[in-house]
């Protein structure tokens, strides 16, 4: 069964911290793994996509991570700032248009 | 990127009724995807939305609930039915990038938030 599993579940860190969220996932045939950022009542925006080649990513302060042999992603975020605090979805395409979401960690950033 | 609109941004609704939301893309697009997402929970993706032909619902979803018009490539609307609380949800559109750099990035609107009392 294709699945997506996220960990943490939630996130609490201080402004200026980095921290990492983790994805796990059982997917086939693989074609690209995302990263999407979503704000209280927004919807989702795409952080990065990384294909099965690609093993690295970043975008500013973002920065992907993929191991297709173990199956596993990671989001880094350095320097966390107040703005950061969102919902961090981890979603892997199947096909090109099938779609299995995870359920997200929720980042929380305290001053 | 493509800009994407979605309306109305929300509505409180009474159980028994139907309501449309309109999505609008600021480019022509091949397909449209309409989500939902029910509080505290990921999307799930509700049907594709194909300009020229019937929406492909995903399991669990049926047309009678979530009648999908797609009249143009820049248009798609969806109609929740005949509503419950239970379709109190964010309902999301959604296109694909095709071409170059966006090319399988997904960009989404800024959702309709609908209660249903």
């Known amino acids: 069964k294709n699945q997506v599993e996220q960990s943490p579940q939630s996130l609490i860190i201080l402004e200026g911290k980095n921290c990492t969220l983790q994805?796990?996932?059982?997917?086939?045939?693989?074609?690209?793994l995302r990263w999407y950022k979503q704000d209280t009542g927004r919807g989702p925006v795409s952080l990065t996509i990384m294909t099965f080649s690609e093993n690295t990513k970043s975008n500013g302060r973002y920065t992907a991570t993929l191991d297709a042999d173990t199956k596993q992603s990671s989001l880094h975020i350095t320097a966390s700032q107040l703005s950061d605090s969102a919902s961090y979805i981890c979603?892997?395409?199947?096909?090109?248009?099938?779609?299995?979401w995870g359920a997200g960690t929720k980042l929380i950033i305290k001053p | 990127s493509a800009v994407i609109s979605q309306k109305p941004s929300r509505d409180i609704c009474q159980r028994g009724t139907s309501l449309t939301i309109q999505c609008q893309v600021d480019s022509q697009v091949t397909m449209m995807f309409w989500y939902r997402q029910q509080p505290g929970q990921s999307l799930t993706l509700i049907a594709t939305?194909?300009?020229?032909?019937?929406?492909?619902?995903e399991s669990g979803f049926v047309i009678d609930k979530f009648p999908i018009s797609r009249p143009n490539l820049t248009f798609s609307t969806l109609t929740v039915s005949n509503m419950s609380p239970e379709d109190s949800s964010i309902y999301l559109c959604s296109v694909e990038g095709t071409s170059g750099r966006i090319r399988n990035e997904q960009f989404f609107g800024p959702g309709t938030r609908l209660t249903v009392l």
């Open positions: 939305a194909n300009q020229g032909s019937e929406a492909t619902y």
């Open positions: 979603v892997v395409s199947a096909s090109n248009y099938q779609l299995i």
């Open positions: 994805c796990n996932y059982t997917v086939s045939p693989f074609s690209n």
